[in-house]
């Protein structure tokens, strides 16, 4: 069992009672008392029966927090009340010895009273004590006085203990829950950039192959041996997706998209590879997706004759920049609107610190990416 915690089960309800049951060693004295025959036979059992009825619902207060169907609020003032009155008429009709049953109402106004309400009866409860002890023992009230004040308002510490506890259980699960959104948010687009870039390059090496077969079989042996090399590559790509510890290298997909354009028959313009010294990993991760995400576009929708990548380190008013842009000349554009691909894209870049910008020009359609540089470092660029 936790701080906080109701128990669901029997055995987790044992720890509770017990701990609730050694407190009640305060009791000693009204059962001294009772036992030692000092009362008449009808006073003792009015005294065991009073005895009985204040330790049943002093437990049922202290219960209330621990069980699934709380006491409603009105039931709590009420049985409160009924412990005050308890605690008032055994006192005074029975003896000093008894005084000690006010420390048990503190603690149940401690306990389950709303904090407001609290404040106010414990030292109510207080004062109530001292005008009973007035009548039966005013020494005896004056040594429970600081014991009635503390242990009521320590129990009202001990609930906002309790309630924070179980306010940081309830944040903990919820992060672990958003964490475990982020992780499904990261597979999904992973697996979506992973493979349509390698689906599409599979389906467009297959068609040359099919369109080979009967005329170049050499070259079509040549396409289907691509076809391998690229399935083969993303499956291992797919298993780093799922096992978190891929890393997109820009270099790599610059390669890649070349390879991709030429087989779908694009021309393409790519810069050298970047010096890219300095760049966050971060960054350049960002940089590497959206070039597969805007080649894979490319490929699959635009139906363009050429595309242009280029690579530029810019200087802007938050810092250097690394902005790629993938420019190309067909008819596809972005659709009616953001695909699941852009919009992973997007998200993507925002936590790398990035922007991204994808839209329509007059001949085709242009995706610029921009991630922080880290530092001054020259980049390559297509001329």
């Avoid at 001292?130 to 004040?149: C, I, K, P, R």
């Avoid at 389906?203 to 369109?211: C, D, F, N, P, V």
């Avoid at 050499?218 to 997706?241: G, H, M, T």
């Avoid at 992973?344 to 085709?364: D, F, M, P, S, V």
Wanted: glycine content about 12%.
């Amino acid at each position: 069992m936790r701080l906080g915690e109701s128990p669901s089960r029997r055995r987790d309800l044992l720890p509770k009672v017990l701990w609730i049951g050694v407190w009640l060693v305060f009791l000693s004295s009204p059962v001294t008392d009772l036992a030692s025959g000092g009362h008449t036979t009808g006073g003792t059992v009015a005294g065991w029966l009073g005895l009985a009825a204040f330790v049943g619902i002093y437990l049922t207060l202290v219960f209330r927090n621990m069980i699934r169907s709380a006491l409603p609020p009105r039931w709590v003032g009420a049985l409160i009340g009924a412990l005050g009155v308890l605690a008032v008429l055994l006192s005074l009709t029975l003896g000093r010895h008894w005084l000690g049953l006010f420390v048990y109402v503190s603690v149940a106004c401690g306990a389950t009273l709303p904090l407001r309400a609290a404040y106010w009866t414990i030292p109510l409860t207080a004062g109530a004590m001292m005008l009973v002890g007035l009548h039966v023992g005013e020494d005896e009230a004056f040594d429970l006085l600081l014991l009635v004040l503390l242990i009521g308002f320590a129990m009202t510490g001990v609930r906002q203990l309790v309630r924070t506890t179980v306010q940081l259980r309830q944040a903990r699960a919820t992060v672990a829950q958003l964490a475990a959104n982020e992780e499904r948010l990261r597979l999904a687009r992973d697996l979506h950039d992973l493979l349509g870039h390698s689906l599409s390059l599979i389906t467009l090496k297959s068609e040359l192959a099919g369109r080979m077969l009967p005329a170049h079989p050499d070259k079509a042996a040549q396409q289907v041996a691509d076809i391998e090399q690229v399935s083969r590559q993303a499956l291992v790509d797919v298993r780093e997706a799922v096992t978190g510890y891929r890393r997109a290298r820009l270099a790599a997909e610059l390669a890649g998209a070349q390879v991709a354009l030429t087989a779908a028959g694009v021309t393409a313009a790519l810069p050298a590879e970047p010096d890219l010294t300095g760049v966050p990993e971060e960054s350049e991760s960002a940089l590497a997706w959206a070039l597969r995400e805007a080649v894979t576009n490319v490929v699959r929708h635009s139906g363009a004759r050429g595309c242009t990548v280029e690579l530029r380190h810019r200087q802007t008013l938050d810092g250097p920049k690394i902005e790629l842009t993938v420019e190309d000349d067909g008819a596809g554009g972005a659709g009616n609107g953001p695909g699941n691909g852009l919009t992973g894209l997007t998200e993507r870049l925002e936590k790398a610190g990035g922007t991204l910008e994808a839209t329509g020009t007059r001949h085709g359609f242009r995706l610029v990416a921009r991630v922080p540089a880290g530092s001054a470092a020259d980049v390559g660029s297509a001329s």
